[in-house]
């Protein structure tokens, strides 16, 4: 019989038709189907043949195949049938045998309005003043137990991981101020002191403290020195700001928060003030510069450092970013006149503290893993509507939905695991912690990570674009990934197609390669880190980054710009990726 001609669905109907197994890929289907037919045939006497001489038969699949003699069918079906096996043994060379997939399944449902729910309840549940739900805070782990929550309700099992690992925590509200002494000038900006001037600059708006910020408590009367740096770059004016408070106008020459803090730490610096500002004079401003309602004021946000890349933290050197126009008037009125600066920071950035990476699981007929991620974990100076919000309320819409599907379709193939993520912001510890601690399950068992992060394109069409970027690092999934896409552009669910524009990319270079998947997110650990030695194979990961973030890690990104349908998008595509490994 020629094979070659069935669908991928009526080739699995055939074998369940003979009680046999079903494999995933289409050409594994044909093989285990000739091979069947060749061992379930009993010749006749006058026609009985040697193992040998049917090695010579020419069949359909020999003729697409041609080193594929009988005895090596008889191999490569055991150790397709094998599952686990193959992939120890042989890995990626039996796969590449069977390349030609094509995607025969359906798109799955995605209800925007159900994840704007998720989302809007995972915003409830941050900071009452600031906002956020920072790593290693109550506001976290409430975050990681309402997802625990959503998961049992959906019917999944649970899995409440919690990892120790480098954490800080903000202790009480920073404070800023500048004061131009007056008559007296001592002490400066108190009752006695008349004619003073003294601006209180406003936290989360006006500043801003970065990651593992040390502590300080500086008063007026202390008259502590500010030193203009530049950009950074002249290790010079470094050594001139010992003891005292080094400013930094953000643009060229520096590179990152990790070695401003390395340098302050270096030269003794009593604190670090990052400016953020307009290096373009105008032309090409960073997104941060064009937030609406700003009036082009550079808002200041939260990066944070390389906590690997520090022997001891410095617990004593406070680090925040400000707006352009706070540090235009700090050099104005404090580098350049008679004020005096007040900074009053207390965060306790040594130890650790405890990080969740919740997990709802769908168990499959097989301990392979298909992995669905998002961090839910935010800066502390806003809601992290967008970043990551949006990337947790479309897992947790997937969970719904496959869990769903299971009770219609039944059992699927792989494990499917849906987990979110703490400690992102801070340096992915969630995700490279829980990589860790399940590294040879993960070595073994996973198919694919699939990475949601800020997965959202911003309501301002117009303004910001409408695209929407997937990539992964395998070929193979990417090539199923277009034709979903493709699927997906033909049926148009919701009229999504025809508003968004969809770009897909395979990056399977070495870390850190220009053409390589970006350690920029938690996919990165589920690619890299498990490769512990030469020669481990790198995890498989798709990922999907939206457009339009401008407010991302400051106090704007709030609901005001959530766009829950543009979710959908790559909740469907790869939602319908995963379901079809998962039933075929």
Same mark, same amino acid.
């Given at each position: 019989?020629?094979?070659?001609?069935?669908?991928?669905?009526? +080739?699995?109907?055939?074998?369940?038709?003979?009680?046999?197994?079903?494999?995933?890929?289409?050409?594994? /289907?044909?093989?285990?189907?000739?091979?069947?037919?060749?061992?379930?045939?009993?010749?006749?006497?006058?026609?009985?043949?040697?193992?040998?001489?049917?090695?010579?038969?020419?069949?359909?699949?020999?003729?697409?195949?041609?080193?594929?003699?009988?005895?090596?069918?008889?191999?490569?079906?055991?150790?397709?049938?094998?599952?686990?096996?193959?992939?120890?043994?042989?890995?990626?060379?039996?796969?590449?045998?069977?390349?030609?997939?094509?995607? *025969?399944?359906?798109?799955?449902?995605?209800?925007?309005?159900?994840?704007?729910?998720?989302?809007?309840?995972?915003?409830?549940?941050?900071?009452?003043?600031?906002?956020?739900?920072?790593?290693?805070?109550?506001?976290?782990?409430?975050?990681?137990?309402?997802?625990? *929550?959503?998961?049992?309700?959906?019917?999944?099992?649970? !899995?409440?991981?919690?990892?120790?690992?480098?954490?800080?925590?903000?202790?009480?509200?920073?404070?800023?101020?500048?004061?131009?002494?007056?008559?007296?000038?001592?002490?400066?900006?108190?009752?006695?002191?008349?004619?003073?001037?003294?601006?209180?600059?406003?936290?989360?708006?006006?500043?801003?403290?970065?990651?593992?910020?040390?502590?300080?408590?500086?008063?007026?009367?202390?008259?502590?020195?500010?030193?203009?740096?530049?950009?950074?770059?002249?290790?010079?004016?470094?050594?001139?700001?010992?003891?005292?408070?080094?400013?930094?106008?953000?643009?060229?020459?520096?590179?990152?928060?990790?070695?401003?803090?390395?340098?302050?730490?270096?030269?003794?610096?009593?604190?670090?003030?990052?400016?953020?500002?307009?290096?373009?004079?105008?032309?090409?401003?960073?997104?941060?510069?064009?937030?609406?309602?700003?009036?082009?004021?550079?808002?200041?946000?939260?990066?944070?450092?390389?906590?690997?890349?520090?022997?001891?933290?410095?617990?004593?050197?406070?680090?925040?970013?400000?707006?352009?126009?706070?540090?235009?008037?700090? #050099?104005? #009125?404090?580098?350049?006149?008679?004020?005096?600066?007040?900074?009053?920071?207390?965060?306790?950035?040594?130890?650790?503290?405890?990080?969740?990476?919740?997990?709802?699981?769908?168990?499959?007929?097989?301990?392979?893993?298909?992995?669905?991620?998002?961090?839910?974990?935010?800066?502390?100076?806003?809601?992290?509507?967008?970043?990551?919000?949006?990337?947790?309320?479309? %897992?947790?819409?997937?969970? /719904?939905?496959?869990?769903?599907?299971?009770?219609?379709?039944?059992?699927?193939?792989?494990?499917?695991?849906?987990?979110?993520?703490?400690?992102?912001? !801070?340096?992915?510890?969630?995700?490279?912690?829980?990589?860790?601690?399940?590294?040879?399950?993960?070595?073994?068992?996973?198919?694919?990570?699939?990475?949601?992060?800020?997965?959202?394109?911003?309501?301002? +069409?117009?303004?910001?674009?409408?695209?929407?970027?997937?990539?992964?690092?395998?070929? /193979?999934?990417?090539?199923?990934?277009?034709?979903? %896409?493709?699927?997906?552009?033909?049926?148009?669910?919701?009229?999504?197609?025809?508003?968004?524009?969809?770009?897909?990319?395979?990056?399977?270079?070495?870390?850190?390669?220009?053409?390589?998947?970006?350690?920029?997110? *938690?996919?990165?650990?589920?690619?890299?880190?498990?490769? #512990?030695?030469?020669?481990?194979?790198?995890? /498989?990961?798709?990922?999907?980054?939206?457009?339009?973030?401008?407010?991302?890690?400051?106090?704007?990104?709030?609901?005001?710009?959530?766009?829950?349908?543009?979710?959908?998008?790559?909740?469907?595509?790869?939602?319908?990726?995963?379901?079809?490994?998962?039933?075929?």
């Amino acid at each position: 019989m020629q094979y070659d001609d069935h669908s991928h669905n009526e +080739l699995g109907d055939m074998l369940k038709q003979r009680g046999l197994e079903v494999p995933r890929k289409k050409d594994e /289907r044909i093989a285990a189907l000739i091979w069947n037919d060749k061992t379930t045939t009993v010749p006749t006497t006058e026609e009985s043949t040697t193992l040998d001489e049917m090695a010579t038969v020419p069949n359909p699949f020999q003729e697409r195949f041609p080193w594929a003699t009988v005895p090596v069918i008889v191999v490569a079906v055991m150790l397709i049938v094998g599952g686990s096996v193959t992939a120890i043994l042989f890995g990626d060379t039996i796969i590449g045998w069977f390349s030609d997939d094509e995607f *025969d399944g359906e798109l799955i449902d995605f209800d925007p309005a159900q994840t704007r729910a998720f989302a809007e309840g995972l915003l409830a549940l941050g900071h009452p003043e600031w906002e956020g739900r920072m790593s290693g805070t109550a506001e976290e782990h409430a975050t990681a137990q309402s997802n625990l *929550d959503n998961f049992s309700d959906f019917g999944l099992s649970i !899995e409440p991981n919690s990892f120790a690992v480098p954490m800080f925590e903000i202790q009480e509200e920073p404070q800023l101020s500048i004061c131009m002494p007056g008559i007296i000038g001592f002490p400066p900006c108190s009752f006695t002191d008349f004619g003073s001037q003294e601006t209180v600059f406003a936290h989360r708006s006006d500043f801003v403290l970065q990651g593992y910020s040390g502590s300080a408590d500086y008063q007026y009367q202390d008259q502590i020195p500010v030193v203009d740096l530049g950009n950074a770059s002249d290790d010079s004016t470094w050594e001139s700001a010992s003891a005292s408070i080094g400013m930094v106008f953000g643009g060229g020459g520096v590179s990152s928060n990790t070695e401003l803090f390395i340098k302050a730490q270096e030269y003794d610096l009593y604190g670090l003030i990052l400016v953020t500002w307009d290096s373009t004079g105008g032309e090409n401003p960073p997104n941060n510069c064009k937030i609406p309602g700003e009036g082009g004021r550079c808002v200041p946000f939260f990066k944070s450092v390389d906590t690997s890349q520090f022997e001891n933290m410095p617990p004593g050197i406070p680090f925040m970013m400000v707006s352009d126009q706070v540090g235009e008037q700090i #050099q104005d #009125q404090v580098v350049n006149g008679e004020g005096v600066i007040r900074m009053i920071v207390n965060v306790d950035n040594q130890g650790e503290r405890d990080v969740k990476a919740p997990c709802g699981i769908l168990p499959g007929k097989t301990d392979e893993l298909v992995i669905f991620g998002a961090h839910h974990d935010t800066v502390y100076n806003g809601p992290g509507a967008v970043d990551d919000t949006s990337g947790t309320a479309t %897992v947790l819409e997937l969970a /719904r939905q496959f869990a769903n599907m299971a009770e219609s379709k039944g059992e699927p193939y792989y494990t499917m695991k849906f987990c979110t993520w703490g400690g992102e912001e !801070e340096g992915l510890h969630g995700s490279k912690a829980y990589v860790a601690s399940y590294m040879g399950q993960l070595q073994e068992n996973l198919r694919i990570y699939i990475n949601l992060d800020m997965n959202h394109v911003d309501i301002d +069409l117009d303004n910001r674009g409408n695209g929407v970027w997937m990539f992964g690092n395998d070929a /193979r999934d990417m090539e199923i990934i277009d034709q979903i %896409v493709d699927q997906f552009r033909d049926e148009n669910p919701m009229g999504l197609a025809s508003k968004y524009e969809i770009h897909t990319q395979t990056l399977d270079g070495a870390k850190g390669a220009s053409d390589g998947m970006p350690y920029n997110s *938690d996919h990165g650990p589920f690619v890299y880190d498990i490769q #512990q030695q030469d020669g481990d194979d790198r995890g /498989r990961a798709i990922v999907c980054y939206g457009s339009g973030s401008w407010e991302y890690h400051t106090y704007k990104d709030t609901m005001d710009r959530f766009n829950e349908e543009s979710l959908a998008v790559s909740g469907i595509i790869y939602g319908s990726y995963a379901a079809w490994l998962a039933w075929g």
